[in-house]
């Protein structure tokens, strides 16, 4: 059942695909944070036209799945552009700067991000949104009433606070993102899962396979989690937190 | 913008090729979340419990086994129990039983931690006081505690359970007939007209969704709101 270990050409199938994930997951959290900031703002704003939009992307993003989120703008949207640019997304492109050669992702690729962030953005949105919930209406006041004007309540009293609260839910909803990034083997990026299992098929050591690629993902959610960890015993946030 | 793709094809994201076939469809999709979310409730609880009453090693166990299914992505762990139950069974098992499998551990394993800080969200008072009138373990958790608890947990089960009906959809994967993959089968038949399809399929998922968000609200509502403790 067990067998022999997978060879070394699968191995690096494995580990291209691990790369992939890795990848995609790092700028899909970076950006989703800040978009998901945003939507927090907007969705905060006692203005109903910023408000109102956030809670339907909220809505809508939260309650509809992944998998038809990606399979709409992996589908949906190529079918709505204009062929030309189909045509250019589809074909590899480079950008030289200086002595470094960048290419251009693969449709796969951007088609994953774009879904993938938009999805985590949303609640990315709400761990903000609790944060600053969790701050109590007194502390504006206070801020209000030692002379700081609105903004400044803001960055130097609100702020501060609500992402010390929200770190342990963001860092989860990183993990989340982490995990979700396999879903996107179904629109055929080849990540980790999508490696796995053709290596699965090619080889026929499905223990190995899919045994590899398990470890990868807890391998780096316990990576999470120590940072996690590290972050909240350190000397700066035990300071902010006292 | 051409949504009569969504009218021809109606009956058949809805229910499949029922009653000719296997059901399918957004039919299929309330079953199989209704299945395990049932399954997971019922599991959740189970090892809450365990995480509460259970000491030494088991418990260290029990928060591997827990750990392990909260770290894995739920399509690794449809690709191991699509692979692994045939080999622990002998039998064939169907592509449905292994995707509910799957998700009611997945479900489970979150929600054994919610009935945990939940049950530990009351005071210890609550256990001696009914030890004192004379009741076993298992009683003052069935008669005192749980009767508490279980408001306190309602959220959870509920973000719980919405997650689990957005999780069906990855039954895709091993060819279960849901809404998703009918959703691209038809996609893929009538080529012509993805936008649209994607776009029903996904206010499909909104409506029960959401749907389950207000309805539990409603009864939320009728029972009166949870009293401070």
Same mark, same amino acid.
């Given at each position: 059942?067990?067998?022999?270990?997978?060879?070394?050409?699968?191995?690096?199938?494995?580990?291209?695909?691990?790369?992939?994930?890795?990848?995609?997951?790092?700028?899909?959290?970076?950006?989703?944070?800040?978009?998901?900031?945003?939507?927090? %703002?907007?969705?905060?704003?006692?203005? @109903?036209?910023?408000?109102?939009?956030?809670?339907?992307?909220?809505?809508?993003?939260?309650?509809?799945?992944?998998?038809?989120?990606?399979?709409?703008?992996?589908?949906?949207?190529?079918?709505?552009?204009?062929?030309?640019?189909?045509?250019?997304?589809?074909?590899?492109?480079?950008?030289?700067?200086?002595?470094?050669?960048?290419?251009?992702?693969?449709?796969?690729?951007?088609?994953?991000?774009?879904? %993938?962030?938009?999805?985590?953005?949303?609640?990315?949105?709400?761990?903000?949104?609790?944060?600053?919930?969790?701050?109590?209406?007194?502390?504006?006041?206070?801020?209000?009433?030692?002379?700081?004007?609105?903004?400044?309540?803001?960055?130097?009293?609100?702020?501060?606070?609500?992402?010390?609260?929200?770190?342990?839910?963001?860092?989860?909803?990183?993990?989340?993102?982490?995990?979700?990034?396999?879903?996107?083997?179904?629109?055929?990026?080849?990540?980790?899962?999508?490696?796995?299992?053709?290596?699965?098929?090619?080889?026929? @050591?499905?223990?190995?396979?899919?045994?590899?690629?398990?470890?990868?993902?807890?391998?780096?959610?316990?990576?999470?989690?120590?940072?996690?960890?590290?972050?909240?015993?350190? @000397?700066?946030?035990?300071?902010?937190?006292? | 913008?051409? !949504?009569?793709?969504?009218?021809?094809?109606?009956?058949?994201?809805?229910?499949?090729?029922?009653?000719?076939?296997?059901?399918?469809?957004?039919?299929?999709?309330?079953?199989?979340?209704?299945?395990?979310?049932?399954?997971?409730?019922?599991?959740?609880?189970?090892?809450?419990?365990?995480?509460?009453?259970?000491?030494?090693?088991?418990?260290?166990?029990?928060?591997?086994?827990?750990?392990?299914?909260?770290?894995?992505?739920?399509?690794?762990?449809?690709?191991? *129990?699509? !692979?692994?139950?045939?080999?622990? !069974?002998?039998?064939?098992?169907?592509?449905?039983?292994?995707?509910?499998?799957?998700?009611?551990?997945?479900?489970?394993?979150?929600?054994?931690?919610?009935?945990?800080?939940?049950?530990?969200?009351?005071?210890?008072?609550?256990?001696?006081?009914?030890?004192?009138?004379?009741?076993?373990?298992?009683?003052?958790?069935?008669?005192?505690?749980?009767?508490?608890?279980?408001?306190?947990?309602?959220? *959870?089960?509920?973000?719980?359970?919405?997650?689990?009906?957005?999780?069906?959809?990855?039954?895709?994967?091993?060819?279960?007939?849901?809404?998703?993959?009918?959703?691209?089968?038809?996609?893929?038949?009538?080529?012509?007209?993805?936008?649209?399809?994607?776009?029903?399929?996904?206010?499909?998922? !909104?409506?029960?969704?959401?749907?389950?968000?207000?309805?539990?609200?409603?009864?939320?509502?009728?029972?009166?709101?949870?009293?401070?403790?």
């Amino acid at each position: 059942m067990f067998g022999e270990l997978l060879g070394p050409k699968y191995l690096n199938w494995l580990f291209d695909g691990f790369l992939i994930t890795l990848g995609l997951s790092v700028i899909v959290c970076l950006v989703a944070t800040l978009l998901g900031f945003l939507v927090c %703002l907007a969705r905060l704003s006692s203005l @109903k036209l910023w408000s109102w939009p956030a809670r339907g992307y909220l809505a809508l993003f939260r309650n509809t799945p992944l998998l038809v989120q990606l399979f709409f703008w992996y589908f949906g949207v190529t079918s709505l552009l204009p062929e030309a640019m189909v045509v250019w997304l589809n074909q590899p492109h480079s950008l030289t700067l200086g002595s470094a050669e960048l290419n251009w992702p693969s449709f796969e690729f951007i088609a994953a991000f774009w879904g %993938l962030m938009l999805y985590t953005s949303a609640f990315i949105a709400e761990e903000f949104r609790a944060g600053v919930a969790s701050v109590r209406s007194q502390q504006r006041e206070a801020g209000l009433a030692m002379g700081l004007r609105p903004a400044q309540v803001w960055r130097y009293v609100v702020l501060p606070q609500a992402l010390r609260t929200a770190l342990g839910p963001l860092l989860g909803q990183y993990m989340n993102a982490l995990k979700n990034s396999s879903l996107t083997m179904a629109i055929g990026l080849a990540e980790l899962s999508y490696t796995s299992r053709q290596v699965e098929t090619e080889t026929f @050591k499905t223990f190995q396979a899919f045994g590899f690629a398990t470890l990868l993902y807890i391998g780096t959610i316990a990576l999470i989690e120590v940072a996690g960890q590290l972050i909240q015993q350190s @000397k700066r946030y035990k300071q902010g937190a006292a | 913008m051409d !949504f009569s793709v969504i009218g021809d094809n109606l009956e058949y994201l809805m229910i499949g090729a029922y009653p000719d076939g296997p059901l399918g469809g957004a039919a299929l999709t309330l079953i199989l979340s209704v299945l395990s979310g049932a399954a997971a409730a019922v599991l959740g609880l189970g090892l809450g419990i365990a995480l509460v009453v259970v000491q030494g090693w088991t418990r260290w166990v029990l928060l591997a086994v827990l750990g392990f299914l909260r770290a894995i992505p739920v399509l690794m762990l449809i690709f191991w *129990s699509y !692979f692994l139950l045939p080999i622990v !069974f002998h039998v064939d098992v169907p592509a449905l039983a292994t995707v509910v499998c799957a998700l009611s551990l997945i479900g489970g394993a979150y929600l054994a931690h919610s009935v945990h800080a939940g049950i530990r969200s009351l005071s210890d008072g609550q256990w001696a006081a009914a030890r004192a009138l004379g009741m076993q373990p298992w009683q003052v958790l069935r008669l005192i505690i749980l009767p508490q608890a279980l408001p306190i947990m309602l959220p *959870s089960f509920l973000n719980q359970w919405i997650s689990l009906i957005k999780d069906t959809s990855l039954a895709y994967v091993i060819g279960v007939g849901e809404l998703s993959f009918v959703a691209t089968q038809v996609s893929n038949r009538v080529m012509i007209h993805p936008t649209e399809i994607f776009m029903f399929v996904a206010l499909v998922y !909104f409506v029960f969704c959401s749907g389950l968000d207000v309805l539990a609200n409603l009864l939320a509502r009728k029972r009166g709101p949870v009293k401070a403790r």
